[in-house]
């Protein structure tokens, strides 16, 4: 099957350690032919919900103008996306989160879909990530059959690049080879 996979990159640093590992996933995607994108997120206008009810009460969709609805329907279309996020204080960042909020008019639409997870942090206990891939559930545990199908787990990488000496990015490319 010629997946569609779509990459969601929250880092504020391009060419950050998720950032990277994103880029890794896709080389191995794209080895195994499959159709990429990643969107770095600092690149767009993506808002926080105002938790206005356009969406829920009026069946509307969302009248902030800005690059949302671009990114939504590119996840609507998705056959894979990863969403991939640095850690902040042990969950992810803001960025990511205001992403997810903004779902809110068609995350009903967002079936089917396979989800992978990166994570990165300066800590370098796997089990500390726990509380950042819990977030990532209770978005798509409000999905309509997503499947987790895997973790990067980018852990022990503090400063821009610490993560070339991992082996999380060897991971990351076969992960995207089987995705
Ligand atoms: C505001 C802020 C909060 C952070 N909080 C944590 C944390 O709670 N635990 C941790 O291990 N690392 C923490 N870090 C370190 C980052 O997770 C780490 O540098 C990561 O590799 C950044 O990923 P990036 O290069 O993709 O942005 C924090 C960094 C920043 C800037």
């Not at 206008?45 to 969302?62: H, M, P, Q």
């Not at 370098?124 to 987790?148: D, H, I, P, V, W």
Request: proline share 2%; with cysteine; aromatic share 8%.
């Amino acid at each position: 099957m010629n997946k569609n996979v779509l990459l969601l990159s929250s880092s504020p640093r391009r060419g950050g350690n998720s950032d990277l590992l994103c880029d890794q996933f896709t080389k191995g995607a794209k080895q195994a032919g499959y159709h990429t994108e990643k969107i770095f997120l600092k690149d767009k206008k993506i808002n926080y919900c105002t938790g206005c009810g356009t969406c829920f009460n009026e069946g509307k969709r969302c009248p902030q103008k800005d690059d949302m609805a671009e990114v939504l329907e590119k996840m609507i279309s998705a056959d894979v996306i990863v969403m991939a996020t640095p850690v902040y204080f042990y969950t992810m960042n803001a960025q990511m989160k205001t992403l997810i909020d903004r779902t809110c008019s068609r995350y009903t639409e967002i079936r089917n879909k396979e989800f992978y997870f990166i994570v990165t942090a300066a800590d370098s206990n796997k089990r500390a990530m726990e509380r950042t891939l819990e977030g990532f559930r209770a978005f798509t545990s409000c999905l309509s059959r997503a499947k987790e199908k895997g973790i990067i787990y980018g852990t022990g990488a503090w400063n821009m690049g610490d993560i070339k000496r991992s082996e999380a990015m060897e991971q990351a490319c076969e992960m995207g080879k089987s995705a």
